[in-house]
């Protein structure tokens, strides 16, 4: 297919004796706004440290625009486009906020020269993600919420295809979620695939074209917003019998 | 213009050193700068894993002692002069690091610096079995009578160490402000969130372990000459870890200057302490200040006058 830009094929994973992903497949389409979700312990975040390269798979493929990443290191993966956000917010905790997206800036895109536009850059983005005013405070000084931002911040910096959105939005207030998602939806405009992996069901369902839920490793359902609410499996799998 | 300010700064630093030599004759002052001047390329060599980097090493003697041997092998061997003495040290050290950058940088924090720490204990059983370059009992050393330009063998040393220390804080100098220094600094934060952003983290733990390994064994080198003497417990002292840790510690660990302070504070305390009081006092001295640094200034001299100065603004 000409726009798949991600295809996840067969891909299997184990933690010694406990097997976290059973044979998982499915495509994200070029510009395309995908939901993963399943409850907790399913494996949604093993299954996106396998595609960031944070953690090698024990069977399957891997291809990002047709290449086999498979087997790349996490740093070559970013360089080819795929960015992540993290759960628990990972600053770079003696650095400024500007500095931060500075490090994904100098070595993201190391064609682009090492020097003073960098930080003008750095400030474009923060300008975007709206955290322009904390540009010289240091990530340590963040509330939770610029905490989120400077997540995306730092993987927009990162200049992907492929953004992977993980919880960005646990634990924020209602506000705060609508605030992350226009973010988001912006930046889905732009042209960037994003993977969203969120509990907040109100969000996803709103934000989502397709989704695809996990439960005990394997995919169980994929479908629109609409087919997954109407889906038995999945109520299942969240509230049992 | 302004970036030849650092390179002309070294330069000069290095001329008033020479200029010194024809000036001042007491052999005890060029001895005992000398130990500080290699302090603080130790210090400087320290930093750029521990500081930088955030990687501890408690192999400092190990990287020193290599140097020392390997310059022992060679003047054994075939009689190599000094400047060939030091770039064997650092190359063999260099290697040494790159050594254990490849087989114990997938450890982290603790266990990594166990493992420096078994790595000096490993290469000292060798040394202290190896018969050609002294084996337990050492050997000692004796200087060239004569060296070309200058009027005695330890001004010579010290012109030696005076370079080595300007190029280990360009060196550091260079690293910090380049972009390999914002890699390091992002690995030392956060390495899983850095590898994502991008930062190709092994490589750059691997460059950081050579060049400071390397620093470590060009200081190392010259000592057999400096002491005149090679014999395995000095050679793998524990001083070199301590206080090559200590001294970062005390200066600040973020900036080449942290370690150049912290060098020239501590090595001037001790070797007046030396003379002064007793030599037995010299780790005393560190550990002294070491704990008192912890406790109230973690982020070393560097880092208490920022914070002064921003208060003093605000």
Not at chain 2, 112 to 121: E, H, M
């Amino acid at each position: 297919m000409a726009d798949m830009l991600l295809a996840v094929q067969h891909v299997t994973k184990r933690f010694g004796g406990f097997q976290a992903l059973t044979d998982v497949s499915l495509q994200v389409h070029q510009g395309e706004r995908f939901g993963l979700i399943g409850p907790n312990g399913s494996g949604k975040t093993t299954l996106i440290n396998c595609i960031s390269g944070a953690l090698r798979t024990d069977g399957g493929k891997i291809l990002f625009q047709g290449t086999d990443i498979t087997t790349l290191p996490a740093h070559q993966r970013t360089r080819l486009g795929i960015a992540r956000s993290f759960q628990i917010p990972k600053p770079f905790t003696s650095m400024t906020v500007l500095e931060n997206l500075c490090i994904p800036l100098i070595y993201a895109a190391p064609a682009q020269a090492h020097g003073a536009d960098v930080s003008a850059e750095a400030m474009q983005i923060l300008q975007h993600i709206g955290l322009e005013a904390k540009a010289d405070t240091r990530a340590t000084r963040l509330s939770l919420i610029e905490l989120r931002k400077l997540e995306l911040a730092r993987a927009m910096a990162a200049r992907p295809q492929l953004l992977i959105s993980d919880e960005t939005m646990a634990g924020l207030s209602n506000s705060e979620v609508d605030e992350i998602l226009t973010i988001l939806t912006a930046l889905n405009e732009r042209g960037i695939s994003i993977i969203m992996i969120e509990h907040i069901m109100r969000a996803v369902m709103r934000f989502s074209q397709r989704i695809v839920v996990l439960d005990a490793g394997q995919t169980i359902a994929e479908g629109t917003p609409d087919e997954i609410v109407r889906n038995h499996t999945v109520e299942k799998a969240y509230l049992g019998e | 213009m302004k970036r030849c300010v650092p390179a002309v700064l070294a330069l000069s630093i290095i001329g008033l050193g020479l200029l010194l030599t024809g000036m001042v004759e007491n052999r005890y002052f060029y001895f005992a700068t000398y130990v500080i001047l290699q302090y603080i390329v130790l210090a400087t060599a320290w930093n750029i894993l521990g500081g930088y980097t955030g990687y501890v090493n408690f192999g400092t003697p190990a990287f020193f002692a290599l140097g020392a041997y390997m310059a022992t092998f060679l003047m054994l061997a075939c009689h190599a002069p000094l400047p060939v003495l030091v770039l064997a040290g650092g190359l063999i050290s260099g290697l040494l690091g790159l050594g254990l950058g490849y087989l114990t940088l997938r450890l982290k924090g603790v266990f990594f610096s166990i493992a420096t720490l078994a790595l000096t204990v490993v290469l000292q059983t060798v040394m202290i079995n190896w018969e050609f370059v002294g084996g337990a009992k050492g050997l000692s050393i004796i200087r060239p009578a004569t060296v070309l330009f200058f009027s005695s063998y330890v001004k010579f040393l010290f012109a030696v160490m005076l370079c080595l220390a300007v190029a280990s804080v360009t060196i550091a100098w260079w690293i910090e402000h380049s972009w390999i220094g914002r890699g390091l600094a992002a690995i030392r934060d956060n390495e899983e969130a850095a590898e994502c952003m991008a930062v190709p983290t092994l490589k750059l733990k691997i460059l950081a372990t050579t060049v400071s390994g390397a620093l470590m064994g060009m200081a190392g080198a010259p000592f057999p000459l400096h002491v005149t003497l090679i014999e395995p417990t000095s050679a793998f002292n524990l001083d070199y870890a301590v206080n090559s840790l200590a001294m970062p510690m005390i200066g600040g660990t973020t900036t080449w200057l942290g370690p150049l302070v912290g060098a020239i504070l501590l090595g001037t305390a001790q070797q007046t302490a030396t003379v002064t009081i007793s030599s037995a006092l010299n780790l005393l001295i560190v550990g002294v200040v070491l704990v008192a640094f912890v406790i109230l200034a973690p982020e070393g001299l560097v880092g208490l006058v920022r914070r002064l100065v921003q208060r003093e603004r605000a």
